[in-house]
């Protein structure tokens, strides 16, 4: 079985703070996303990686930047929380066979709960 | 942005065939068309994807017309362990592929 894990389900800072969220996947897959999920607009992609220490932006990076130094790891950097930043927070994988094969299935973690005060 | 327009919410009840149907006017030539369901406190979880005509797995059934145009997914007789949000998604292998805000859809007993 796939598994995507996320460090940690809950997270509370505030506001100013650097935030650090970790994802990590067993299957060895190429790509990586991170993604908000916020009521009433679905899930918004912020970045995503389709090799190690490459990244790519999605529609919302404002705010954010990535890290990722090893294929199982993707990493979502708050560089300076922000209230608005309070947010479901959801890292996907996925095989890459041809050509960035986004369309390829993603495997999503169970995503982290974060609320900046 | 999502190249996709849903419907908001559907309610249904135990047993039913529900459809849902996706309309994506711009879809490109090289695009797929994929679903994925969510359930609450958890991540998305991939459908059925497909390019033209009928794809069918355990799960549902794809429906996709000449004009790919729209699409429907069909989910025959639901359970109330079907309620969940559902996404439609079109794009190809290097082009973007976004989740809108999906279809919640309820069922009752």
């Known amino acids: 079985d796939v598994k995507v894990t996320q460090s940690s389900r809950y997270l509370v800072k505030r506001t100013g703070e650097k935030v650090f969220l970790e994802c990590v996947q067993d299957?060895?897959?190429?790509?990586m996303f991170w993604y908000r999920q916020d009521p009433g607009l679905g899930l918004r992609l912020i970045y995503f990686?389709?090799?190690?220490?490459?990244?790519e932006k999605g529609d919302i990076p404002e705010g954010y930047s990535v890290s990722r130094e090893k294929k199982e790891r993707f990493s979502l950097i708050l560089e300076s929380a922000s209230t608005n930043q309070t947010s479901m927070y959801l890292c996907?994988?996925?095989?890459?066979?041809?050509?960035?094969?986004?369309?390829?299935?993603?495997?999503f973690g169970p995503g982290t709960r974060l609320t900046v005060l | 942005l999502a190249k996709t327009t849903q419907p908001i919410s559907m309610d249904s009840y135990e047993g039913q065939e529900v459809n849902i149907t996706c309309s994506h006017n711009n879809i490109a030539t090289n695009d797929y068309i994929t679903w994925y369901q969510q359930f609450p406190s958890q991540g998305p979880r991939f459908i059925i994807q497909g390019y033209k005509t009928k794809v069918t797995n355990e799960v549902a059934s794809l429906f996709i017309p000449a004009d790919r145009k729209s699409s429907t997914l069909s989910l025959p007789r639901v359970s109330l362990s079907d309620t969940a949000v559902y996404y439609c998604?079109?794009?190809?292998?290097?082009?973007?592929?976004?989740f809108g805000a999906g279809t919640r859809l309820t069922v009752k007993p």
């Open positions: 990686s389709y090799d190690v220490k490459m990244k």
């Open positions: 996907a994988s996925s095989f890459r066979a041809a050509g960035l094969a986004l369309r390829n299935e993603q495997f």
């Open positions: 998604l079109v794009g190809d292998n290097n082009n973007d592929m976004r």
């Open positions: 299957m060895d897959h190429e790509n």
